[in-house]
């Protein structure tokens, strides 16, 4: 089975690095796979982990729309740039990373779109 390029390193960490860099989203992360209140637009209960969270640090906001990736996840909610946020959790993790391993997670997290927008129906 092929890991995905730029979260096995970080594979079950996710939901402590999302809940101590991201404190807002704590409840998302306590309450999976219940939805919670979304912090960065409001509602009631829009926001949910992804059922891979452990392994991606991915959610989904019905209104704001989805981010497959706990670095997606962190530049949305702090709004940073993704490079930023892959910075935070290099230091975050203490991860020695190499120059290359690290140019790999910020080209991977570059590659992924930022938003996939979700209709109100559950289709694209």
């Not at 209140?37 to 891979?52: I, Q």
């Not at 991915?58 to 940073?80: H, R, S």
């Not at 490079?83 to 590659?111: D, H, I």
Request: glycine residues 10%; hydrophobic residues 35%; positive net charge.
């Amino acid at each position: 089975m092929r890991q995905k390029a730029g979260h096995s390193q970080y594979n079950g960490l996710w939901p402590d690095i999302i809940s101590r860099l991201a404190p807002e989203l704590r409840a998302a992360v306590q309450s999976r796979p219940r939805h919670v209140l979304c912090p960065v637009h409001g509602g009631k209960d829009g926001l949910r982990c992804f059922n891979d969270f452990d392994e991606t640090g991915g959610m989904i906001c019905n209104t704001c729309g989805a981010f497959p990736n706990g670095y997606l996840v962190l530049a949305w909610t702090l709004d940073i740039p993704i490079q930023e946020a892959v910075q935070l959790v290099r230091n975050f993790s203490g991860s020695s990373a190499s120059r290359e391993e690290r140019g790999t997670l910020v080209k991977v997290a570059n590659s992924i779109p930022l938003v996939y927008p979700v209709s109100h129906d559950g289709t694209k």
